[in-house]
Structure formats: C-alpha cells, structure tokens
C-alpha cells in the first residue's frame, strides 16, 4: 500500500529549527500571531498553546507520542486552534504562559501546554502528558468549554488579573530607602551559605545547575572580605564542575546540568547561554587563582564552540541537542570494550584516568567520561611524569574526537539569537582581558560585528536571526545583555564605537521599556505585539534577568561618562529589590553582584598614551573585580578621558575613585599600589 503523503501545516514557513520540527506533525498547528487568535475568535474554540524548545528532551517525547499520532491529533484539530511556540524565539509569549500555570498551583517546566479561551486568556495548563492523559484531558477541556464557558471564563479573568499585578507587588517588595551596608552584605552572604553544597560544590541537591551569576558573586564577596571559606566553596564548584560529566572531558563545553548532585550525569544538551557565561566566570576565576585546570577549561570550551556553534558569518547558533539516533547521550558516551579495541595496552590507564568500568556509570554498559583528580595528582598516584601523562591525555582525546566524529551528531537548533551571543561575546571578551590570546580577540571583534551588523535595525535590536534574515522585536535581554558585552569589548580594545553603542541602546530602552513608576524596566518593547500582561523579569535565573543587567549598565555607563541620571536609576532600581537580594540571594545573584559594586567604591582607570593596549593588558593580569577601564593611545572626549594627556610623551595611569584622582603614573605596578590602597579606605584587593 502507498504510504499517505505528509502534508505540512503552517509551521513550514517558520524559521526557527523547532518549529519547523512539527511542521510535518498531523496537528494543524500555527505560529504564535494575530491569524491564529484571530481564528479562535472567530470559530469561539479554545486555544492549545504548546510551547517548546528544540534542546527540549521531553518535548521531542511528546511530540513522538502525542502529537505525531493521527487519531491524537484529529482530537486536538476538531476541538483547539493549536499554537506551537518556540520559547526561545518567544520569552514573552514563554513568560506569560509560565506565569499563568504557577498561578494555577501547577509545577512549570517543558513542555509547557497551556490551554485559553478564544480571548487568548489563560485558564488551565500542565506540562508532559501520556497519551492517554493527554486524550483525556483534550475531551474534558473540550467538553467543559461548551457546558461550563462562564466558569472558565471567569477563572480566565482571574489568572490575567494575576498576571497584571506587579512584580514588586507579588514580592510584597517596598523601596528602600537605606543604601548598602556591611552588615547588610554580610547577610546577604550568609542567607546564600545555607544553600552550598559542602561536598559536591554548587547550589543545593540534584538537579545541579551551574549558576554562574551566583558563582561571579562569590567571587566578588571575596575579593571584598578575603573570607577563605567562600573561595574553598568556588575553587570545590569549579573542580567538580570540569572533574564531572557535566563538563565534555573530550571535547570541552559544558552540558546544560546534572541530573545528580555529584556533577556526573548531564542532561547532555548544550546550550550557547550555559558556555558563554562559564567561559566568563572561569577566566575570572583565573585571575584570582591561576589555576591551570581554569585556563584549559577556557580554552576548551571556546574551542568547542569555534568548532561546533559557530556559523560561517561569525555568529553563535543557540544549542545542540541531548539526543542523537534517539537515544540521549549516545554521541559523548563510550563502553570499555571500544576504549579496549581502539587503546590496546594503554587503554588500563585511560579508564583509571577517566573512570571507565566494564559494567559502565550510565546506560547500558555505557562510560560517561570523568575524573576526580588534578593531572599532577594522578601522575604522582601512578609514577607517571606529569609531561609524560599531559602528551597522553591530548593523544587519548584527539584519537576520540576522531572516533566521535564518525557518529551521528546531535541536532544543531541553528537560529542565532542576539541575547545568547551577547552572552557568548562576552565570554570572548572576558577570555581575551585574562589571557591575552589574539585568537580570542578576533572571534569576539568578529562576533560583535555581526550581531551590529545583523540584529540592529535603525536604533532598535532584532531578537532571532537565521538564512540571512533577522526578525522579532528585540526584548529587554537583547539590549540588556548587548549594551553589557560592548561595555566589556570597549575595556579590551579601547574603541570608543562600542561604548557609544552601548550609550545609544541604554538611552533607546529608556525610551521604550522602562516603567517610570516602578523605576524597573518592562520585558517588552512598547512597541510590540501587546500580550494579556506586560511583564517584568526580576529574578536572576541560570541567565541573569535583564533588570539586574539593566541597572548594572546604568551603573557602569553613568561612570563612563559622567551620567548621574544613570547612577541614580542604577540605585533606584537595586533599591527596589534590595529586600529580596538579602533575603534569596539564590535567585538574586547578578544583583549580589551590583550590591558589591554600590558597597566597594570602583576604580576609574584611565590610560593615556602610545603605550595604553599594553598597559591595559597588565592592568588586566590582575584581579580587581571593581575596577572599570578607560584608554587612548591619543586624546579623548570620554569624560574619564578628557583633558587628559599622556605626561612628557610617557604613556600615563590615572586612578581615581568617586571623582577623585590619585597622582599620575608611569608604571603598572605603581598603578597597582594605587589600586591597592584603594580610596583611603583600603579597599581589599586580590591578587597572586
């Protein structure tokens, strides 16, 4: 018999990898948009939003179950206008409908499937389904909605009422009017001890997630107290973490978490947002420690990345799957007889190395590679010359990127996303301030070039890119996250393009996201597609929320040229949420941070001469989270920079702290002494 012929729905003429994963599914699904709310309206059906992501391994599960089922699917098309969003492509639309399952008492997650009456109003919801679950709920739903609409209805009135209410509100948050203070600090600090993982490092129990907002704050808190006991938590996290299976001991990057609190069992997508920011909180912590484990960490994963997620333009694509033939982990993992085939006699020192059993740690007799010791240890352990093992360990790993590469690969959700590369530029940018690599360099020049060239549209970003076409109205985190990074790029390359940049968006999403009354800013532009509620995000999550990054650019900008509206928003907006940072600094780890930089006075560092990209990168080589530099080989008209020159021809160090100068210098490690002292007040100062 002819097999029947798929016909696609309209999801064929998507961008988005997701999407166009579903465009073949017998549901008559649609793009989120005005044509599919207005066929509920008009047909008076409830609406099935059914939101997703392509990195998603229970979404792909559902959709095999569900959605790829005939009789499942005539169910949902004879009842439901049916909505596939792409939650990656759509916060907003993600946000909203998240918002509305908590409300309704329900656990959120993905597969997010939220039900709506033809008004696009919220008023039932859940997550994975059985099939049969499923079925069933379609027909009550269905049923309910013809016999009892007023009761849906009205509970529908209920979640937007919800929906709109503010986010301070919901936190029960008021302005403080005090500003910062020690003890404060330190409580701050205390209330995010109770969570640390003594053993294992980390955050909590099982499922681990990275956090690197939370680790950056740490980071932060101890170059402010030198308290030992916080940088023994960072150096045990940052070990386990690139010790565990979490970490791609072969080819580097990191998977998105562990599904045990020991680091060993990732889900194993990896996702852009995850490996920018832990390229960042690496190279940092390197500065403290210099730590070799911390440098090839770096240098791994920026690898992978180059390799794996770069597009040809110089951009970042967004992930790659968990799965590949349909079986998770398939691509990374290895038995002890293929390791035996391929090593022969060495193969007894590789699986000591990585810990390769014959019964195997993971699936079906399967090894997910891992260590638990510094190289120097081990080769000490088994009377092996730390050189001699380091030439084995790179042969043992390039002879298994070779044997990987013949696999099948993971799928690639190839839309470049302007926030996630944002993320991922600032990775690059930071990498370069610590280590210097000209190779770095480039891919950060190259990328910030492409995201300006491709997201920016007059003086607004575009949110996805992909075949050449940008599209969706930036959100609060493409600005946020962009003006961030250029920050950081103008401290490595002392372009001042990239800083007027960065002016240019901030002073754009003043204009049109930010909410005079709160003193916060809105997710959305004001002049996008306007949802049942405009929300705000304030919770710093795996990605720190855009507020937070927000009032850190302000922070940042109102330094760099001489803005007190800026300073002053920066401190109105931390004021709103001081409460909350004290009291869950878990949530709360980018404004820790900000908390941090209002608390110990920043170092305005400007460098003026021939010699200013040589002197930034000594300045660089050390640890001063609350140092903000400024340079030119000329003269300027940056307010730091102005009137400024460099002393008889000498390339020259000016270090002031609020507005007040210390005596020029020549040297770095006078500057460093400069900095040391700080402002009168000594501020502390890491460095080795």
Sequence with gaps: MAQKEKIPNKLIHESSPYLLQHAYNPVSWHPWGEEALQRARQEDKPILVSIGYAACHWCHVMEHQSFENEKIAKVMNEHFVCIKVDREERPDVDAVHMDALQAMGLQGGWPLNVFLNSEAKPFYGGTYFTPQQWVNLLLNIAEAYTKDRQKLDKSAEQFVQHLNLSELKRFGLQQSQAGVSEEEFEELYKNLGRQFDKKHGGFGTAPKFPMPANLKFLLRYHAHTENPATLKHINLTLHEMAYGGLYDQIGGGFARYSVDE????????????????????????????????????????????????????????????????GVEGKFYVFTRKELQDLFGAEEPILSKYYHVTTTGNFEHGQNILHRRISDAHFAKENELELEVLEEMVMMWKEKLMEIRSLRIRPGLDDKILCSWNAIMLKGLADAYYTFGNKHFLYLAVRNAAFILQHFQQGDRLLHTYKNGRAS??????????????????????????????????????????????????????????????????LLDNVIPSSNSVMATNLYLLGLYFDEERYEQLSDAMLAQVKELVVKEPGHMGNWSSLYFHKLQPTAEVAVVGPQAPEMRSELSSFYIPNMLLAGTETQSELPLLKDRSAINGKTTVYVCYNKTCQLPVHIAAEALEQLQKGNGENPKFASL
């Design 262 to 325: 020991k680091w060993l069992v990732p889900h194993f997508e990896k996702m852009l947002y995850d490996n920018g920011q832990l390229i960042s909180l690496y190279s940092e912590a390197y500065l403290l420690t210099k730590e070799p484990l911390y440098k090839a960490v770096v240098y791994e994963t920026i690898a992978f990345a180059e390799r794996e997620l770069m597009s040809e333009e110089g951009g970042f694509y967004s992930s790659l799957d968990a799965d590949s033939e």
């Design 472 to 537: 969706i109205n930036g959100f609060l985190e493409d600005y946020a996250l962009l003006i961030r990074a250029l920050i950081r790029v103008y401290e490595i390359t002392f372009d001042e393009k990239y800083l007027r940049e960065a002016r240019q968006l901030t002073d754009y999403t003043l204009d049109n996201f930010f909410d005079e009354q709160e003193q916060l800013f809105f997710f959305t532009d004001q002049n996008a597609e306007k949802l049942v509620a405009r929300k705000k995000e």
